[in-house]
Protein backbone atom coordinates (compact mmCIF):
# COMPACT_ATOMS: atom_id res chain seq x y z
CA UNK A 1 0.00 0.00 0.00
CA UNK A 2 1.33 3.44 -0.76
CA UNK A 3 1.78 5.54 2.15
CA UNK A 4 0.52 9.21 1.82
CA UNK A 5 0.50 10.97 4.82
CA UNK A 6 1.53 9.24 7.71
CA UNK A 7 0.41 10.78 11.18
CA UNK A 8 -0.98 10.25 14.33
CA UNK A 9 -4.31 8.14 14.50
CA UNK A 10 -6.75 10.45 15.92
CA UNK A 11 -8.15 9.72 19.31
CA UNK A 12 -11.95 7.88 18.06
CA UNK A 13 -13.77 7.18 21.55
CA UNK A 14 -14.00 3.80 21.84
CA UNK A 15 -17.27 1.61 22.60
CA UNK A 16 -17.29 0.28 26.52
CA UNK A 17 -17.10 -3.20 25.98
CA UNK A 18 -20.24 -5.33 27.07
CA UNK A 19 -20.23 -8.58 29.00
CA UNK A 20 -19.97 -11.20 27.13
CA UNK A 21 -21.98 -13.71 29.68
CA UNK A 22 -24.86 -11.33 28.85
CA UNK A 23 -24.33 -11.66 24.80
CA UNK A 24 -26.88 -14.59 24.50
CA UNK A 25 -29.62 -12.31 26.97
CA UNK A 26 -28.73 -9.38 24.41
CA UNK A 27 -29.50 -11.81 21.09
CA UNK A 28 -32.84 -12.86 22.73
CA UNK A 29 -33.49 -9.96 22.91
CA UNK A 30 -32.38 -8.67 19.67
CA UNK A 31 -33.81 -11.28 18.37
CA UNK A 32 -37.08 -11.35 19.96
CA UNK A 33 -38.30 -7.73 18.64
CA UNK A 34 -36.54 -7.66 15.62
CA UNK A 35 -37.44 -10.88 13.97
CA UNK A 36 -39.92 -12.99 16.68
CA UNK A 37 -42.56 -10.79 17.36
CA UNK A 38 -42.84 -9.77 13.26
CA UNK A 39 -42.60 -13.22 12.30
CA UNK A 40 -46.05 -14.69 14.41
CA UNK A 41 -47.89 -11.27 13.36
CA UNK A 42 -46.72 -11.73 9.52
CA UNK A 43 -47.38 -15.16 9.63
CA UNK A 44 -50.82 -14.55 10.81
CA UNK A 45 -51.20 -11.52 8.50
CA UNK A 46 -50.32 -13.64 5.55
CA UNK A 47 -52.61 -16.91 6.28
CA UNK A 48 -55.45 -14.54 6.78
CA UNK A 49 -54.77 -13.77 3.32
CA UNK A 50 -52.39 -9.97 3.21
CA UNK A 51 -50.87 -9.54 0.15
CA UNK A 52 -48.15 -7.61 1.85
CA UNK A 53 -47.35 -9.92 4.15
CA UNK A 54 -47.75 -13.10 1.64
CA UNK A 55 -44.60 -11.03 -0.44
CA UNK A 56 -42.61 -11.17 2.80
CA UNK A 57 -43.56 -14.79 4.05
CA UNK A 58 -45.47 -17.24 1.36
CA UNK A 59 -42.46 -19.05 -0.13
CA UNK A 60 -44.62 -19.25 -3.73
CA UNK A 61 -43.93 -15.60 -3.69
CA UNK A 62 -39.99 -15.29 -3.77
CA UNK A 63 -39.65 -17.07 -6.81
CA UNK A 64 -42.58 -14.75 -8.65
CA UNK A 65 -43.95 -11.43 -6.42
CA UNK A 66 -44.89 -10.05 -9.58
CA UNK A 67 -48.64 -11.74 -9.22
CA UNK A 68 -49.13 -10.39 -5.58
CA UNK A 69 -47.51 -6.59 -6.78
CA UNK A 70 -50.47 -6.68 -9.25
CA UNK A 71 -53.56 -8.17 -6.92
CA UNK A 72 -51.98 -4.91 -4.41
CA UNK A 73 -52.51 -2.41 -7.51
CA UNK A 74 -55.91 -3.53 -8.23
CA UNK A 75 -56.75 -2.05 -4.77
CA UNK A 76 -55.65 1.14 -5.73
CA UNK A 77 -52.13 3.46 -5.76
CA UNK A 78 -52.40 2.99 -2.03
CA UNK A 79 -53.86 0.00 0.21
CA UNK A 80 -53.71 -1.00 3.46
CA UNK A 81 -51.39 -3.77 4.05
CA UNK A 82 -50.39 -6.04 7.21
CA UNK A 83 -47.26 -3.06 8.16
CA UNK A 84 -49.71 -0.29 6.82
CA UNK A 85 -50.11 1.40 3.70
CA UNK A 86 -48.38 0.23 0.59
CA UNK A 87 -47.90 1.76 -2.43
CA UNK A 88 -47.35 -0.27 -5.91
CA UNK A 89 -47.82 2.91 -7.91
CA UNK A 90 -44.47 4.96 -9.10
CA UNK A 91 -45.90 8.23 -8.70
CA UNK A 92 -46.39 7.78 -5.39
CA UNK A 93 -43.30 5.92 -4.87
CA UNK A 94 -41.30 8.83 -6.32
CA UNK A 95 -43.19 11.23 -4.10
CA UNK A 96 -42.93 9.34 -1.22
CA UNK A 97 -39.30 8.70 -1.02
CA UNK A 98 -38.81 12.96 -2.46
CA UNK A 99 -41.09 13.92 0.34
CA UNK A 100 -39.40 16.13 3.25
CA UNK A 101 -42.67 14.66 5.37
CA UNK A 102 -41.44 10.75 4.70
CA UNK A 103 -37.86 10.00 6.86
CA UNK A 104 -35.68 6.82 7.46
CA UNK A 105 -35.70 6.98 11.23
CA UNK A 106 -37.58 5.36 13.27
CA UNK A 107 -38.97 7.17 16.62
CA UNK A 108 -38.64 5.11 18.98
CA UNK A 109 -40.14 6.92 22.20
CA UNK A 110 -43.38 5.99 19.91
CA UNK A 111 -42.86 2.05 21.06
CA UNK A 112 -43.73 0.35 23.73
CA UNK A 113 -42.54 -0.09 27.25
CA UNK A 114 -41.33 -3.67 26.95
CA UNK A 115 -40.04 -2.76 22.83
CA UNK A 116 -38.07 0.05 23.99
CA UNK A 117 -36.60 -1.84 26.95
CA UNK A 118 -35.52 -5.02 24.44
CA UNK A 119 -34.32 -2.43 21.99
CA UNK A 120 -31.52 -0.75 24.49
CA UNK A 121 -30.93 -4.28 26.18
CA UNK A 122 -29.79 -5.98 22.95
CA UNK A 123 -27.89 -2.96 21.53
CA UNK A 124 -24.60 -3.95 20.83
CA UNK A 125 -22.59 -2.84 17.96
CA UNK A 126 -20.88 -5.59 17.08
CA UNK A 127 -24.21 -7.39 15.97
CA UNK A 128 -25.31 -4.11 13.94
CA UNK A 129 -26.54 -4.29 10.62
CA UNK A 130 -26.71 -1.89 7.32
CA UNK A 131 -29.97 -0.69 8.02
CA UNK A 132 -29.83 0.04 11.77
CA UNK A 133 -28.70 3.39 12.96
CA UNK A 134 -26.21 4.70 12.28
CA UNK A 135 -25.98 3.09 9.02
CA UNK A 136 -26.87 6.35 6.47
CA UNK A 137 -29.71 4.60 4.94
CA UNK A 138 -31.38 4.73 8.25
CA UNK A 139 -30.51 8.46 9.39
CA UNK A 140 -32.32 11.46 8.48
CA UNK A 141 -30.80 14.43 7.96
CA UNK A 142 -28.89 16.79 9.66
CA UNK A 143 -27.20 13.20 10.36
CA UNK A 144 -27.64 11.59 7.07
CA UNK A 145 -25.71 14.92 5.10
CA UNK A 146 -22.72 14.56 7.07
CA UNK A 147 -22.39 10.87 6.86
CA UNK A 148 -23.22 11.32 2.74
CA UNK A 149 -21.04 13.82 2.74
CA UNK A 150 -17.80 12.10 3.47
CA UNK A 151 -18.04 9.55 1.37
CA UNK A 152 -19.89 11.16 -1.49
CA UNK A 153 -16.56 12.16 -3.31
CA UNK A 154 -15.69 8.71 -3.93
CA UNK A 155 -18.80 8.34 -5.63
CA UNK A 156 -18.90 11.23 -8.03
CA UNK A 157 -19.18 10.81 -11.87
CA UNK A 158 -15.74 11.39 -12.20
CA UNK A 159 -14.41 9.32 -9.65
CA UNK A 160 -16.80 6.13 -11.37
CA UNK A 161 -15.52 6.97 -14.72
CA UNK A 162 -11.82 6.74 -13.06
CA UNK A 163 -12.80 3.08 -12.10
CA UNK A 164 -13.42 1.75 -15.21
CA UNK A 165 -10.25 0.09 -16.48
CA UNK A 166 -10.00 -1.75 -12.98
CA UNK A 167 -13.74 -3.19 -13.33
CA UNK A 168 -12.95 -4.33 -16.90
CA UNK A 169 -9.63 -5.87 -15.80
CA UNK A 170 -11.13 -7.36 -12.75
CA UNK A 171 -14.04 -8.77 -15.32
CA UNK A 172 -11.49 -10.26 -17.78
CA UNK A 173 -9.65 -11.73 -15.03
CA UNK A 174 -12.20 -13.89 -13.80
CA UNK A 175 -13.19 -14.59 -17.17
CA UNK A 176 -9.84 -15.84 -18.22
CA UNK A 177 -10.10 -17.94 -14.82
CA UNK A 178 -13.24 -19.53 -16.01
CA UNK A 179 -12.01 -20.09 -19.48
CA UNK A 180 -10.67 -23.14 -18.52
CA UNK A 181 -13.41 -24.88 -17.16
CA UNK A 182 -15.74 -26.99 -18.94
CA UNK A 183 -19.05 -28.31 -18.04
CA UNK A 184 -21.34 -26.44 -16.06
CA UNK A 185 -20.44 -23.64 -14.27
CA UNK A 186 -22.32 -21.69 -11.54
CA UNK A 187 -22.08 -18.34 -13.15
CA UNK A 188 -23.35 -16.34 -9.62
CA UNK A 189 -20.28 -18.20 -7.76
CA UNK A 190 -17.82 -18.07 -10.09
CA UNK A 191 -18.25 -14.49 -11.33
CA UNK A 192 -21.89 -12.44 -11.15
CA UNK A 193 -20.76 -12.53 -7.20
CA UNK A 194 -17.12 -12.04 -7.39
CA UNK A 195 -17.15 -9.16 -9.72
CA UNK A 196 -18.32 -6.68 -7.33
CA UNK A 197 -16.79 -7.82 -4.10
CA UNK A 198 -13.31 -7.39 -5.72
CA UNK A 199 -14.14 -3.72 -7.12
CA UNK A 200 -15.77 -3.00 -3.98
CA UNK A 201 -12.58 -4.21 -2.44
CA UNK A 202 -10.20 -2.19 -4.33
CA UNK A 203 -12.38 1.01 -3.02
CA UNK A 204 -12.32 0.18 0.03
CA UNK A 205 -8.47 -1.28 0.11
CA UNK A 206 -9.56 -4.25 1.45
CA UNK A 207 -7.35 -6.71 0.29
CA UNK A 208 -9.20 -9.50 -2.46
CA UNK A 209 -7.47 -12.53 -1.06
CA UNK A 210 -10.30 -12.23 2.12
CA UNK A 211 -13.31 -12.14 -0.75
CA UNK A 212 -14.39 -15.43 -0.13
CA UNK A 213 -14.84 -14.58 3.58
CA UNK A 214 -16.70 -11.51 2.81
CA UNK A 215 -19.12 -13.26 0.47
CA UNK A 216 -20.09 -16.08 2.95
CA UNK A 217 -20.67 -13.45 5.77
CA UNK A 218 -22.66 -11.08 3.79
CA UNK A 219 -24.64 -13.68 2.29
CA UNK A 220 -25.59 -14.34 5.64
CA UNK A 221 -25.84 -10.72 7.01
CA UNK A 222 -27.94 -10.16 4.22
CA UNK A 223 -31.04 -11.84 5.42
CA UNK A 224 -31.18 -9.14 7.76
CA UNK A 225 -32.68 -6.45 5.82
CA UNK A 226 -36.01 -8.54 5.89
CA UNK A 227 -38.44 -8.78 9.02
CA UNK A 228 -39.03 -11.90 10.30
CA UNK A 229 -36.27 -14.29 10.33
CA UNK A 230 -36.07 -17.67 11.91
CA UNK A 231 -33.63 -18.15 14.72
CA UNK A 232 -31.58 -20.32 12.55
CA UNK A 233 -31.14 -17.21 10.22
CA UNK A 234 -31.00 -14.95 12.68
CA UNK A 235 -28.54 -16.54 14.39
CA UNK A 236 -25.91 -17.23 11.08
CA UNK A 237 -26.69 -13.95 9.78
CA UNK A 238 -25.42 -12.27 13.63
CA UNK A 239 -22.52 -14.30 13.24
CA UNK A 240 -21.41 -12.75 9.67
CA UNK A 241 -22.36 -9.51 11.50
CA UNK A 242 -19.59 -10.13 14.39
CA UNK A 243 -17.38 -11.49 11.66
CA UNK A 244 -17.69 -8.49 9.54
CA UNK A 245 -17.52 -6.25 12.21
CA UNK A 246 -13.90 -8.13 13.61
CA UNK A 247 -12.50 -7.68 10.65
CA UNK A 248 -13.47 -4.30 9.98
CA UNK A 249 -11.57 -3.65 13.28
CA UNK A 250 -8.60 -4.62 12.54
CA UNK A 251 -8.59 -3.24 8.97
CA UNK A 252 -9.38 0.61 10.26
CA UNK A 253 -6.40 -0.21 12.77
CA UNK A 254 -3.87 -1.01 9.88
CA UNK A 255 -5.15 1.96 7.69
CA UNK A 256 -4.89 4.35 10.77
CA UNK A 257 -1.22 2.77 11.08
CA UNK A 258 -0.19 3.25 7.81
CA UNK A 259 -2.90 5.38 5.52
CA UNK A 260 -3.54 4.88 2.17
CA UNK A 261 -4.95 7.05 -0.53
CA UNK A 262 -8.42 5.29 -0.47
CA UNK A 263 -11.65 6.10 1.36
CA UNK A 264 -11.68 3.89 3.93
CA UNK A 265 -7.93 5.62 5.26
CA UNK A 266 -9.40 9.22 4.62
CA UNK A 267 -12.27 8.26 6.98
CA UNK A 268 -10.22 6.50 9.73
CA UNK A 269 -7.77 9.34 9.69
CA UNK A 270 -10.87 12.41 9.87
CA UNK A 271 -10.41 14.40 12.92
CA UNK A 272 -11.88 17.56 14.64
CA UNK A 273 -15.62 18.31 13.79
CA UNK A 274 -15.46 15.98 11.26
CA UNK A 275 -14.57 12.76 13.03
CA UNK A 276 -16.51 9.60 12.96
CA UNK A 277 -17.14 8.00 16.38
CA UNK A 278 -16.30 3.66 16.33
CA UNK A 279 -19.71 3.38 15.91
CA UNK A 280 -20.86 5.61 12.45
CA UNK A 281 -17.41 4.47 11.17
CA UNK A 282 -18.53 0.46 11.22
CA UNK A 283 -22.07 1.26 10.30
CA UNK A 284 -20.40 3.78 7.15
CA UNK A 285 -17.84 0.92 6.13
CA UNK A 286 -19.73 -1.63 7.07
CA UNK A 287 -22.82 -0.65 4.29
CA UNK A 288 -20.51 0.46 1.54
CA UNK A 289 -18.85 -2.69 1.62
CA UNK A 290 -22.28 -4.46 1.89
CA UNK A 291 -24.54 -2.64 -0.53
CA UNK A 292 -21.37 -3.05 -2.62
CA UNK A 293 -21.78 -6.88 -3.62
CA UNK A 294 -24.51 -7.98 -2.26
CA UNK A 295 -26.98 -5.75 -4.91
CA UNK A 296 -24.62 -5.66 -8.03
CA UNK A 297 -24.68 -9.43 -7.84
CA UNK A 298 -28.27 -9.43 -8.76
CA UNK A 299 -28.36 -7.38 -11.15
CA UNK A 300 -26.12 -9.56 -12.98
CA UNK A 301 -27.88 -12.81 -12.53
CA UNK A 302 -31.08 -11.56 -13.01
CA UNK A 303 -29.28 -9.97 -16.19
CA UNK A 304 -28.15 -13.64 -17.15
CA UNK A 305 -31.45 -15.02 -17.03
CA UNK A 306 -33.63 -12.30 -18.62
CA UNK A 307 -31.52 -12.11 -21.23
CA UNK A 308 -31.01 -16.01 -21.99
CA UNK A 309 -34.15 -16.22 -22.29
CA UNK A 310 -34.81 -13.45 -24.94
CA UNK A 311 -31.83 -14.76 -26.84
CA UNK A 312 -32.72 -12.34 -30.24
CA UNK A 313 -32.29 -9.54 -27.98
CA UNK A 314 -29.24 -10.58 -26.36
CA UNK A 315 -28.30 -11.04 -29.93
CA UNK A 316 -28.85 -7.69 -30.91
CA UNK A 317 -27.05 -6.69 -28.31
CA UNK A 318 -23.70 -8.41 -29.29
CA UNK A 319 -24.25 -7.38 -32.40
CA UNK A 320 -24.72 -3.69 -31.66
CA UNK A 321 -22.59 -2.96 -27.95
CA UNK A 322 -24.23 0.39 -27.71
CA UNK A 323 -27.49 -0.89 -26.71
CA UNK A 324 -26.00 -2.15 -22.73
CA UNK A 325 -26.77 0.76 -20.82
CA UNK A 326 -30.28 0.68 -22.08
CA UNK A 327 -30.22 -2.88 -21.22
CA UNK A 328 -28.73 -2.52 -18.10
CA UNK A 329 -31.86 -0.45 -16.87
CA UNK A 330 -34.03 -2.32 -18.41
CA UNK A 331 -33.37 -5.56 -15.92
CA UNK A 332 -33.08 -3.03 -13.31
CA UNK A 333 -36.89 -2.24 -14.18
CA UNK A 334 -37.95 -5.23 -15.47
CA UNK A 335 -36.76 -7.34 -12.12
CA UNK A 336 -35.44 -5.01 -9.56
CA UNK A 337 -32.47 -5.93 -7.50
CA UNK A 338 -33.67 -4.20 -4.22
CA UNK A 339 -37.31 -4.84 -4.11
CA UNK A 340 -38.70 -2.43 -1.25
CA UNK A 341 -37.89 0.34 1.12
CA UNK A 342 -39.80 2.19 3.59
CA UNK A 343 -40.81 5.46 5.05
CA UNK A 344 -41.96 6.79 8.15
CA UNK A 345 -44.16 10.19 8.43
CA UNK A 346 -42.87 13.10 10.38
CA UNK A 347 -46.18 14.90 9.43
CA UNK A 348 -49.02 14.82 8.21
CA UNK A 349 -49.43 14.23 4.82
CA UNK A 350 -51.23 13.17 1.47
CA UNK A 351 -50.50 10.96 -1.13
CA UNK A 352 -52.70 10.31 -4.24
CA UNK A 353 -55.33 11.81 -2.52
CA UNK A 354 -55.27 9.46 0.75
CA UNK A 355 -54.34 11.40 4.09
CA UNK A 356 -51.83 9.78 6.09
CA UNK A 357 -50.81 10.91 10.03
CA UNK A 358 -47.58 11.55 11.11
CA UNK A 359 -45.84 8.52 12.92
CA UNK A 360 -47.35 5.88 9.23
CA UNK A 361 -44.99 3.76 7.88
CA UNK A 362 -45.42 3.86 4.44
CA UNK A 363 -44.12 0.53 2.16
CA UNK A 364 -42.54 1.21 -1.08
CA UNK A 365 -43.05 -1.71 -3.23
CA UNK A 366 -39.89 -0.78 -5.63
CA UNK A 367 -40.49 -3.56 -7.70
CA UNK A 368 -43.87 -3.10 -8.33
CA UNK A 369 -43.47 0.85 -9.52
CA UNK A 370 -41.27 -0.01 -12.03
CA UNK A 371 -43.88 -2.61 -13.29
CA UNK A 372 -46.38 0.63 -12.92
CA UNK A 373 -48.31 0.16 -16.40
CA UNK A 374 -49.17 3.99 -16.09
CA UNK A 375 -45.38 4.50 -16.68
CA UNK A 376 -44.00 1.61 -18.71
CA UNK A 377 -45.72 0.60 -21.65
CA UNK A 378 -46.76 -3.54 -21.55
CA UNK A 379 -44.59 -3.22 -18.38
CA UNK A 380 -43.95 -7.13 -17.61
CA UNK A 381 -42.55 -7.67 -21.33
CA UNK A 382 -38.68 -7.38 -21.36
CA UNK A 383 -37.80 -5.11 -23.94
CA UNK A 384 -34.12 -3.56 -23.75
CA UNK A 385 -34.51 -0.97 -26.46
CA UNK A 386 -37.67 0.27 -23.81
CA UNK A 387 -36.86 3.87 -24.62
CA UNK A 388 -38.26 5.30 -20.85
CA UNK A 389 -36.45 2.41 -18.91
CA UNK A 390 -34.51 4.70 -16.93
CA UNK A 391 -37.30 6.03 -15.70
CA UNK A 392 -37.00 3.35 -12.77
CA UNK A 393 -37.11 3.70 -9.22
CA UNK A 394 -34.67 0.64 -8.47
CA UNK A 395 -32.01 2.94 -7.02
CA UNK A 396 -34.64 4.60 -4.67
CA UNK A 397 -34.96 8.29 -5.03
CA UNK A 398 -34.36 11.57 -2.97
CA UNK A 399 -32.20 12.09 -0.36
CA UNK A 400 -30.85 8.62 0.07
CA UNK A 401 -30.71 7.56 -3.74
CA UNK A 402 -28.11 5.07 -4.36
CA UNK A 403 -24.58 6.55 -3.95
CA UNK A 404 -23.48 3.08 -5.93
CA UNK A 405 -25.88 3.57 -8.72
CA UNK A 406 -23.27 5.00 -11.27
CA UNK A 407 -20.88 2.60 -10.27
CA UNK A 408 -23.50 -0.83 -10.14
CA UNK A 409 -24.26 0.62 -13.44
CA UNK A 410 -20.64 0.51 -14.78
CA UNK A 411 -20.36 -2.87 -13.14
CA UNK A 412 -23.72 -4.00 -14.96
CA UNK A 413 -22.85 -2.51 -18.59
CA UNK A 414 -18.82 -3.39 -18.47
CA UNK A 415 -19.88 -7.10 -16.64
CA UNK A 416 -22.03 -8.32 -18.67
CA UNK A 417 -20.55 -6.76 -22.17
CA UNK A 418 -17.03 -8.54 -21.24
CA UNK A 419 -19.41 -11.51 -20.61
CA UNK A 420 -21.30 -11.91 -23.71
CA UNK A 421 -17.72 -11.06 -25.83
CA UNK A 422 -15.92 -13.80 -24.44
CA UNK A 423 -18.83 -16.72 -24.54
CA UNK A 424 -21.21 -15.29 -27.15
CA UNK A 425 -23.09 -18.84 -26.76
CA UNK A 426 -23.18 -18.54 -23.26
CA UNK A 427 -26.80 -20.02 -21.74
CA UNK A 428 -28.44 -21.15 -19.09
CA UNK A 429 -27.89 -24.65 -18.44
CA UNK A 430 -30.28 -25.76 -15.68
CA UNK A 431 -32.55 -24.35 -13.32
CA UNK A 432 -31.20 -20.81 -11.58
CA UNK A 433 -32.27 -20.89 -7.70
CA UNK A 434 -33.33 -17.56 -6.11
CA UNK A 435 -31.78 -16.11 -2.62
CA UNK A 436 -33.92 -16.89 0.05
CA UNK A 437 -34.55 -12.75 0.49
CA UNK A 438 -37.31 -10.85 0.30
CA UNK A 439 -35.83 -7.75 -0.10
CA UNK A 440 -32.83 -8.32 -2.40
CA UNK A 441 -34.00 -10.38 -5.24
CA UNK A 442 -31.43 -12.46 -6.98
CA UNK A 443 -29.91 -15.99 -7.83
CA UNK A 444 -28.15 -18.29 -5.09
CA UNK A 445 -26.56 -20.43 -7.87
CA UNK A 446 -27.66 -19.93 -11.92
CA UNK A 447 -25.84 -23.02 -13.45
CA UNK A 448 -24.59 -22.08 -17.47
CA UNK A 449 -22.93 -24.04 -20.09
CA UNK A 450 -20.29 -21.54 -21.19
CA UNK A 451 -20.28 -22.65 -24.95
C1 LIG B 1 -27.62 -2.96 -8.82
C2 LIG B 1 -27.03 -2.57 -7.74
C3 LIG B 1 -27.66 -1.71 -6.70
C4 LIG B 1 -28.97 -1.46 -6.41
C5 LIG B 1 -30.20 -1.99 -7.13
C6 LIG B 1 -29.00 -0.55 -5.28
C7 LIG B 1 -30.16 -0.05 -4.73
C8 LIG B 1 -30.20 0.84 -3.68
C9 LIG B 1 -31.41 1.39 -3.11
C10 LIG B 1 -32.82 1.03 -3.56
C11 LIG B 1 -31.06 2.25 -2.12
C12 LIG B 1 -31.94 3.13 -1.26
C13 LIG B 1 -32.86 2.42 -0.31
C14 LIG B 1 -33.85 3.37 0.28
O1 LIG B 1 -34.19 4.39 -0.32
O2 LIG B 1 -34.33 3.07 1.37
C15 LIG B 1 -29.61 2.25 -2.06
C16 LIG B 1 -28.87 2.98 -1.18
C17 LIG B 1 -27.50 2.91 -1.09
N1 LIG B 1 -26.64 2.22 -1.93
FE1 LIG B 1 -27.17 1.08 -3.49
N2 LIG B 1 -27.71 -0.27 -4.91
C18 LIG B 1 -26.86 -0.95 -5.74
C19 LIG B 1 -25.49 -0.91 -5.72
C20 LIG B 1 -24.73 -0.19 -4.85
C21 LIG B 1 -23.30 -0.14 -4.86
C22 LIG B 1 -22.37 -0.83 -5.86
C23 LIG B 1 -22.92 0.65 -3.83
C24 LIG B 1 -21.50 0.99 -3.52
C25 LIG B 1 -20.98 1.23 -2.43
C26 LIG B 1 -24.14 1.11 -3.16
C27 LIG B 1 -24.20 1.93 -2.05
C28 LIG B 1 -25.36 2.42 -1.50
C29 LIG B 1 -25.38 3.29 -0.33
C30 LIG B 1 -24.18 3.77 0.46
C31 LIG B 1 -26.72 3.59 -0.08
C32 LIG B 1 -27.28 4.47 1.03
C33 LIG B 1 -27.52 5.85 0.49
C34 LIG B 1 -28.19 6.77 1.48
O3 LIG B 1 -28.86 6.30 2.41
O4 LIG B 1 -28.03 7.98 1.31
N3 LIG B 1 -25.21 0.58 -3.81
N4 LIG B 1 -29.11 1.39 -3.03
Redesign the pocket.
Known amino acids: MTTTSPRPAPAVPAEPPRSPLLRPVRTAARYAVRHGLPAVYLSRAARRGDPLARLLRDPAARQDPYALHERLRDRGPVTAGALGPVTTSHAVAAAV ?1 RSDAAG ?1 GWDRSQAPAPIRWALRLGDELDATGVAEPPS ?2 VTDPPD ?1 TRF ?1 RLVGRA ?1 TPRATLASAPMVRRTAEALLDDLAGRDGVVDLVGAYAAQL ?1 VLV ?1 ADLLAVPADRREDFLRWGAAAAATLDAGLSPRRYLAAERGLRAMHAFLRGHFARLRADPGDDLVSRLVTLDGDEALSERELHATVM ?2 LG ?2 FE ?2 V ?2 LGNAVVLLDAHRDQWDALREDPAGWDGAVEEV ?1 RAD ?3 QL ?1 GRSLTRDAEFAGVPLPAGTRVTVL ?1 GAANRDPAVFADPARFDVTRPNARDHL ?3 GG ?7 G ?2 RL ?2 TVGLQVLTERFPRLRVAGTPVRRDLRTLRGFETLPVALR
Open positions: LVMLHRFPILLAGTTNLLSPVTLAFSVHYCLGALAEG
